[in-house]
């Protein structure tokens, strides 16, 4: 493992919050979902905009999701996903979450998660399918980070096999 990754991991340990989109991205309407932000962290100032705005979180999600589903470690927990309703959910959550004006209608992450079996290994599997994503779309390291530790506090509701 890298110092780069190793440095990521640490902000990063609630990244597999967007493991619980497939659950979301099965159905058309989530009713009486929680935002992810609520108890989440204020986003940093710019990372919106350094993030590209809608325009390039639809990007990098859209990467993400065609990575993540064919990943041999955890491709697995998608085989049932919807691949675009997952681009849009995970859109809307990360254009939430760092400022932007969209509004995430998704399970919160601890229901979405419960019955997923979420290890570890998964975890760590997510995040670097995730960092490959944005070094993919030039995303700079810094605001991967910002993005990561963003995310962070929800890695609690997501692991479910300890």
Do not use: W
Not at 6 to 21: D, E, I, K, Q, T
Not at 68 to 89: Q, T
Not at 100 to 129: R, T, W
Request: charged share 15%.
């Amino acid at each position: 493992m890298t110092h780069r990754t190793l440095l990521a991991l640490v902000p990063a340990l609630a990244v597999a919050s967007l493991l619980a989109l497939p659950a979301v991205a099965q159905t058309t309407t989530v009713a009486s979902a929680t935002p992810p932000s609520a108890g989440a962290a204020t986003a940093p100032a710019g990372l919106y905009q350094a993030l590209g705005e809608k325009a390039g979180i639809t990007r990098l999600m859209d990467d993400f999701v065609n990575r993540v589903v064919k990943d041999p470690r955890i491709g697995a927990h998608f085989k049932d996903v919807n691949p675009a309703a997952l681009k849009e959910s995970l859109t809307d959550q990360i254009c939430q979450l760092s400022g932007g004006p969209c509004q995430y209608e998704g399970a919160d992450m601890k229901s979405a998660h419960a019955d997923m079996d979420i290890n570890k290994g998964h975890f760590n599997a997510l995040v670097e399918v995730l960092q490959t994503a944005m070094d993919a779309q030039g995303i700079p390291f810094a605001q991967q980070n910002r993005l990561l530790a963003l995310l962070a506090p929800m890695h609690r509701d997501i692991i479910t096999v300890r």
